[in-house]
C-alpha cells in the first residue's frame, strides 16, 4: 500500500502522546476501577480492533465502557474531530493529530494513553485480572515467543507487504519484499499446521495479532499485488482455515467492519490499484457472525 506522508492516517504506535499506565492501586493515581475509564475505538484501525477483540475476550463489557468512532476520520488532521477537546483538556495548546485508540479517564476528562500496545497489556494484566476463568492472554514463560509473533506480524507482513506494493519500487525490492512476506507466511503455515492456535491449543494475545495482520493483508494490502503475488499468499491453507475459524469466533468477527476498512483505506491511500485487487482471499462476510454495535457507556 502507498500512502503519501501527508495524508496518512496516523498511527498509535507512531503518533503517541500519551503514554500513561494503569497501576496496581490507588498510589499509582491511575488504577482499575469499573466504569472509571473508557475506550475510544475506530474499528477501521487495526490497532483499535485488536483493542476492541481483547476487550470482548475479556468479557469487560460491564467494566469498561467503549465509544465507536466513524470509521473515516473526520478532522483536518487526520485525527478525529470527537477527540479534539479531550485532547485539548490533555495537554495545554495540543496541537498534534486526535488520534485513536484512546483510552481516557471519565473521572477527569483527560487521556491516559494513546499506545495501543500499552493499552492492551493493561485491559490484560489491570482490568481482566478478576476473573478467575477469564483467558489467559499473555501466559507466563511465553513472552518471547510472543514477541517473535510480533516481530513476524509487524516487520515479516505488514511492513514487507506494504513495500511489495509500492508504486515505482524496482523489482529487486519488490521481490525482496515479497520474498520476507512469503517467508512469514510459511513459518505461520508450519506452526498451524500442527496447532489450534499460534502458540497451542490455547488463544492468547498473538492470536488476536495474527488474526487482525490477516484481516488487513486480505482487505487492504493485497489490493496493490499482482495477481501472482496473492495467488502465492492464499497457497498457505491452515493460514487461511485459521482466519476463517477465528472470524466465526463472538469476539472476533463480529467487530470486524469490513465496509469501514474500505472507506478508510480509499479516503487514505494515493497507491494505484493492482490486479490482486480481484482476488479475493476470503470471503469475510460470509465467516463472520452479525455484529452487534458496542453502545456508548
Known amino acids: 500500500m502507498s500512502i503519501t506522508p501527508g495524508n496518512a492516517a496516523p498511527s498509535s504506535l507512531s503518533v503517541a502522546p500519551f503514554r500513561g499506565r494503569i497501576g496496581r492501586d490507588a498510589r499509582s493515581g491511575h488504577y482499575a476501577v469499573p466504569r472509571r475509564y473508557r475506550l475510544h475505538l475506530a474499528l477501521s484501525c487495526r ?6 477483540i481483547t476487550h470482548s475476550l475479556l468479557g469487560l463489557e460491564g467494566t469498561l465502557p467503549v465509544t465507536l468512532l466513524p470509521a473515516v476520520p473526520d ?53 481482566g485480572s478478576g476473573s478467575p476463568d477469564r483467558a489467559v492472554l499473555h501466559p507466563c514463560g511465553a513472552e518471547r515467543e510472543m514477541e517473535a509473533i510480533a516481530r513476524l506480524c509487524e516487520h515479516g507482513i505488514s511492513e514487507a507487504v506494504q513495500a511489495a506494493g509500492q508504486p515505482g519500487a524496482d523489482d529487486a525490492a ?9 517467508g512469514a507466511l510459511d513459518g505461520l503455515e508450519r506452526r498451524l499446521a500442527t496447532r489450534t492456535h499460534v502458540l497451542g491449543d490455547d488463544l492468547t494475545a498473538s492470536d488476536v495479532q495474527v488474526w487482525v495482520t490477516l484481516v488487513w493483508l486480505d482487505t487492504v494490502h493485497r489490493q496493490h499485488l499482482d495477481a501472482a503475488a496473492v495467488h502465492r499468499v492464499t497457497d498457505h491453507p491452515h493460514v487461511w482455515a485459521y482466519a476463517r475459524r ?12 469490513l465496509d ?9 491511500c494515493r ?3 493492482a490486479a490482486g485487487a480481484a482476488v479475493q482471499i476470503l470471503d469475510w462476510a460470509a465467516h463472520t457472525r452479525t455484529r452487534t454495535p458496542v453502545e456508548p457507556g
Open 47 to 52: 490497532h483499535c480492533l485488536r483493542i476492541a
Open 75 to 127: 478532522g483536518p488532521d487526520g485525527g478525529h474531530s470527537a477527540l479534539r477537546l479531550m485532547y485539548e483538556a490533555s495537554a495545554h495548546h495540543y496541537a498534534g493529530p486526535t488520534a485513536a485508540p484512546v483510552l481516557s479517564d471519565d473521572w477527569s476528562g483527560r487521556i491516559v494513553s494513546t499506545y495501543a500496545p500499552d493499552i492492551l497489556r493493561d485491559l490484560d494484566r489491570r482490568f
Open 174 to 182: 519488490r521481490e525482496a519484499a515479497l520474498s520476507t512476506v512469503f
Open 246 to 257: 477465528l472470524a466465526a469466533h463472538p469476539a472476533f468477527g463480529p467487530h470486524l467492519d
Open 260 to 268: 469501514g476498512i474500505a472507506r478508510r483505506h480509499h479516503a487514505h
Open 271 to 273: 497507491g494505484l490499484e
